[in-house]
């Protein structure tokens, strides 16, 4: 093909190898999906993006290798106004791209913010009275207190609409709380925990909110983890703790009102995983154009850019699919069926993604100083918390089948 003036649909023809530090591509989108936004959104996620490369990532590895979550960054992240609860002005598309750029640049970061904003100060926002909202969503947004959100228990996580243990009692003018919750995120710095219950009155699940330092409530750290070793997850144990009658979310009369927020932060999470898998083709492509091997960069052999080329692949077919949710989001026609379908579908391929990553850094990539041991491992979290990929796949083969496994 010619390239000239009059053909300007034609492919630039390429001199010699791609200087390492000007790869096409620089943010490796292939599909020019930022197109899709308008021209203050294209802004807003441009000056997002470069805050979360600047500001989190370099922080990243360090305090995951300690476990210590950076206090240090809230009121900056704070500022870049990620929300858009109780701001109104944010696309569902804007909103994912955000969460995207946010998980490539760390899990556990992007982990701690979805916690906090997805489940908890939405949930207060959209099953909260009017009361909660103004008393409690100025600072949660502000990032000034920390919300957490409890639903797993030590036994029950896939089964816990069924089988939760942990009960609410009315007695008078307080609910009193006992259980014990697992795996929650948040749970060991939150100045709030949304703790769900079963009413004994009635039997049905219900939300409440259960202040740090009520009696009878504790939270202990858990430790050793090998994935988003930012985020506090805790053990809480709940002790006949009373909490006021209006700490019950009067939006909550039985467990069919956390579907939306349970759909929502699938959502969440598999923009997550599309952020992880632009973070690892990030680490991999870098060292591969830095990396020398036989005297010229690794980026140079058939092999490394067949695995890259599958793993931006990955990525931008778990991008497409989101993009479309998006619309659906939009619609206001998503349903938990689909949600099921991305999380599993989206995470399924990030796992190959980061792991065709990790391998193109060979030793170095058990390392987290090279920052692909530290993806690799995330991924991990991902691909189960917020409904496992085989509980996401029941649901979608119930969806195309009409056949529940679950009973």
Not at 62 to 81: G, Y
Not at 310 to 328: C, E, F, H, V
């Amino acid at each position: 093909m010619t390239i000239t003036a009059e053909n300007p649909a034609a492919p630039a023809t390429q001199t010699g190898p791609t200087a390492p530090d000007q790869p096409p591509y620089p943010d490796a989108d292939l599909l020019f999906i930022d197109q899709l936004l308008s021209d203050a959104e294209r802004r807003r996620l441009a000056a997002a993006r470069a805050f979360f490369q600047a500001e989190v990532r370099p922080i990243a590895v360090e305090h995951w290798n300690r476990a210590e979550f950076p206090f240090a960054i809230l009121p900056k992240l704070a500022s870049q106004n990620l929300s858009g609860v109780g701001a109104g002005g944010t696309s569902p598309l804007l909103s994912g791209l955000l969460q995207m750029e946010l998980a490539r640049a760390d899990t556990s970061i992007s982990t701690f913010f979805g916690v906090h904003h997805e489940l908890f100060a939405t949930a207060i926002e959209t099953l909260g009275s009017d009361d909660q909202r103004a008393r409690l969503l100025p600072d949660l947004l502000a990032l000034k207190t920390i919300g957490a959100f409890a639903l797993t228990e030590p036994g029950h996580g896939s089964d816990i609409s069924r089988d939760m243990q942990t009960t609410a009692t009315r007695d008078g003018d307080e609910w009193v709380l006992n259980g014990q919750k697992r795996w929650i995120g948040n749970g060991a710095m939150a100045d709030y925990v949304l703790v769900w219950a079963r009413d004994t009155a009635d039997q049905q699940i219900k939300g409440f909110i259960v202040e740090k330092g009520r009696a009878g409530f504790s939270a202990s750290t858990i430790e050793n983890k090998i994935a988003v070793r930012i985020v506090q997850n805790a053990d809480l144990t709940l002790r006949d703790v009373r909490i006021p009658l209006e700490n019950w979310l009067p939006g909550t009369s039985s467990f069919r009102d956390t579907n939306q927020l349970l759909r929502n932060s699938r959502v969440w999470v598999a923009w997550q995983s599309v952020g992880q898998q632009f973070a690892a083709f990030d680490v991999a492509r870098a060292y591969a154009l830095d990396r020398r091997q036989f005297g010229k960069p690794i980026a140079s052999f058939q092999l490394i850019q067949e695995q890259l080329t599958r793993m931006i692949g990955n990525a931008t077919l778990s991008l497409s699919l989101m993009i479309q949710l998006a619309r659906l989001q939009e619609s206001g026609s998503l349903s938990m069926d689909q949600a099921a379908l991305a999380k599993a579908s989206c995470t399924s391929l990030m796992r190959e993604t980061v792991a065709l990553g990790r391998g193109i850094l060979g030793g170095n990539g058990i390392s987290t100083d090279f920052e692909m041991a530290k993806i690799f491992a995330d991924a991990e979290a991902i691909y189960s918390y917020e409904g496992s990929y085989e509980i996401n796949a029941l649901l979608v083969g119930r969806a195309v089948t009409g056949i529940s496994a679950f009973s």
